[in-house]
């Protein structure tokens, strides 16, 4: 069989063209970047935490994801891991720490309590943090192993690969509304708390259950 030979003055290529080089889309290699890079939140209320502390030792090794960087700081994250109970007390403490982190932001729902409430069918648990901030993956269970949120991760970098630039931030544009709404009812005189019971009040007639 003949080889071809790429130095071949018959062949009319040039230097620049010999050099490796490849095409892709923007919006790829930048979700690729973000994908490998992630920088998570923990805002671990209840025992769904402690798995998480186990997932973040070598036996479980999150390194591998790209998202050992662990910040409690929310300007220096970009995804925030909900892990535990979330009572309506704390659902504005939890939209306050989500509008602050850094863009783009995503979230991940660790276990029942944070996804729908779990056992907690009262009247002070918040039944799913999706009534209060947008939500990108949940994980089932009670608690979830920490292989579980291994594999909500992935699911998540997936989901980040196909994701648009413009559909993200039509995501939070809807989040960041909703925040200006709470702003204006705080500045009447009322607390977070009464101020979210009012728009939870104002979704249910539109018979919505999220309030962003
Ligand atoms: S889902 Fe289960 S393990 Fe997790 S916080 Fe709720 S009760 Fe605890």
Redesign the pocket.
Known sequence: METLDMNSPMLNTTEEIREPWLTTKLEMIVNWGRKNSLWPLPFGV???AIEFMSLMTCRYDFSRFGAEAMRFSPRQSDLMLVL??ITNKQAAVLRRIFAQMSEPKWVISV???ASSG??YRTYATLQGIDRVIPVDVYIPG??PRPEAIIKGTIELQEKMMKEGFKARAANLDLFYKSMERQQTLEETGMTSQQALQLMFREAAAAGQSRIW
């Open positions: 209840a025992c769904c535990g109970t276990g029942a309590c779990g056992v009670c608690p």
